[in-house]
């Protein structure tokens, strides 16, 4: 991952929230990055070290941030992203696009279907994986 993240501009995540992503991204992540660089993190707040992004954000490593997620959420209303004039805060909606709730609904359907057929699901989750 460091060799990826050498030299990048952009740095998108959108891993899932299972104990191998955990801080995945800190201080030595970032700093490989190049100056000027973007984060952006539609992935789980859990995902990046929230303190080594602050900071490397105020010190001008990183030109900006898009952030759909946090460690904790809601965003406490005292936390310094809010008033960083280059972090870009959306409301946890970045999975969602137009047809979202008619495709849940579509799925939720079939696998009721399917359920009460004792067929196999669709999209089942596999607890060793975490999601």
Do not use: C
Not at 57 to 76: M, Y
């Amino acid at each position: 991952m460091n060799e990826a993240l050498a030299g990048s501009d952009v740095l998108v995540l959108s891993a899932p929230g299972v104990a191998s992503t955990q801080r995945m991204i800190g201080a030595e992540q970032l700093a490989l990055l190049n100056d000027g660089a973007v984060v952006v993190n539609v992935a789980r707040g859990q995902i990046i070290d929230e303190g080594a992004l602050r900071n490397a954000l105020a010190s001008g490593k990183l030109r900006g941030a898009v952030l759909d997620v946090f460690d904790r959420e809601p965003l406490d209303e005292a936390s310094p992203f809010w008033s960083m004039p280059n972090v870009v805060i959306t409301p946890h909606t970045s999975g969602f696009r137009a047809s979202h709730w008619d495709e849940v609904t579509d799925l939720f359907t079939e696998n009721l279907r399917r359920y009460q057929s004792e067929e196999t699901l669709l999209n089942p989750v596999d607890p060793a994986a975490g999601y």
